[in-house]
């Protein structure tokens, strides 16, 4: 019980924060540099040397998508205002579930 007790009562020293909010900023760094590198990566349609001549990468995937959801969405008679948050908010999600 003594022991609860002093985790309580624990107070983080200067050094310590800094090291954690450090370690934080590595941490969301290497997530958007993986991100990022996600985006760039190409896209292999066949898996064999007829890949080699063309060049799709994820972000021209996504480029497709949004634009076919705008146009679907403009035959409804609506518009997206935000474009950058669809965007994100696509990408994200097919990254996450990549």
């Known amino acids: 019980m003594l022991t609860n007790q002093k985790w309580k009562t624990y107070k983080i020293d200067k050094k310590t924060k800094d090291l954690i909010k450090s370690l ?3 941490r969301k ?4 540099r993986n991100f990022r590198d ?3 990566k190409n896209i292999k349609l ?3 040397e007829r890949d080699d001549n063309i060049s799709l990468t994820v972000t021209d995937v996504l480029e ?3 634009h076919d ?3 679907i969405v403009k ?3 609506k ?4 474009q950058k948050q669809l965007r994100d908010t696509v990408a994200s999600m097919i990254y996450k579930e990549s």
């Open 69 to 71: 959801i705008n146009v």
């Open 24 to 26: 934080d900023n590595i």
């Open 75 to 77: 035959e409804k008679g």
């Open 38 to 40: 996600w985006l760039n």
């Open 64 to 66: 497709n998508l949004i």
């Open 46 to 48: 066949y898996g064999d």
């Open 79 to 82: 518009e997206i205002l935000n």
């Open 29 to 32: 760094k290497n997530e958007n």
